[in-house]
């Protein structure tokens, strides 16, 4: 079975510094992978998605994140952060068989001034 | 910008009422999902289809139903709501792609008093 692990429940930064929200996921062939974002009482965005390919992919907003088979793992990254980013991060798993992605628990972004 | 709509945003009701909670997709979407979430909570997927006249349960055991008798159409309701019913209720949709991200919509946030 698929799974998804957020290991931090709240990262802090100040703005303007860079950001790294770790995911690491269980799967047994490749996996597709998928992070969003929650604003408060939104729903989820897409920020970016690996299927295959170019292991470092581009999001919006300044997004990007590096998929790492030896490692399982499908860090998020921004180089500065700015306060509208605060927000939760939900990393996703998914598979070629599977209509059913697998989200993790979260990441809560807390930007301070 | 998605296409996928979820009334009310907003609902407090007493207990043992009747409620449906409307989601409505104006993509063509096949596949169409049900998750709930607490607050600063992982979300839990409650219901999904796979198109019309299909509905299966999902990882969380939920009292409500859905139907599924048009594309574009997949309310979810409560017979008779509970406080333990309180929380957000997130739709989403997906196409038909095996690698086709998930849109949702601004979510139903229900309080059961």
């Known amino acids: 079975a698929q799974s998804v692990t957020q290991p931090d429940i709240h990262i802090t930064v100040s703005e303007g510094a860079s950001l790294e929200l770790r995911c690491n996921y269980s799967y047994g062939a490749t996996p597709y992978l998928f992070w969003y974002v929650q604003s408060p009482g939104q729903g989820l965005q897409l920020l970016l998605k690996?299927?295959?390919?170019?292991?470092l992919v581009q999001g919006i907003k300044g997004f990007e994140a590096e998929f790492k088979r030896s490692q399982s793992s499908f860090n998020l990254r921004k180089p500065s952060v700015h306060w509208s980013d605060a927000a939760e991060y939900f990393c996703a798993v998914g598979s070629g068989g599977s209509y059913i992605p697998t989200f993790g628990r979260g990441t809560s972004l807390i930007v301070h001034p | 910008e998605a296409d996928i709509y979820q009334t009310p945003r907003y609902l407090v009701i007493g207990t043992g009422k009747k409620i449906t909670l409307e989601c409505s997709q104006t993509m063509g979407h096949d596949k169409m999902y049900w998750y709930q979430q607490d607050p600063g909570m992982e979300l839990h997927l409650i219901h999904y289809s796979y198109g019309v006249n299909s509905t299966e349960k999902g990882d969380l055991s939920s009292e409500s139903t859905v139907s599924r008798i048009r594309t574009e159409h997949f309310p979810l309701t409560l017979e008779s709501a509970r406080p333990s019913h309180t929380s957000q209720y997130l739709c989403a949709s997906r196409d038909r792609g095996n690698t086709g991200e998930l849109f949702f919509g601004e979510g139903s946030r229900l309080t059961v008093l």
């Open positions: 690996y299927f295959s390919g170019d292991t």
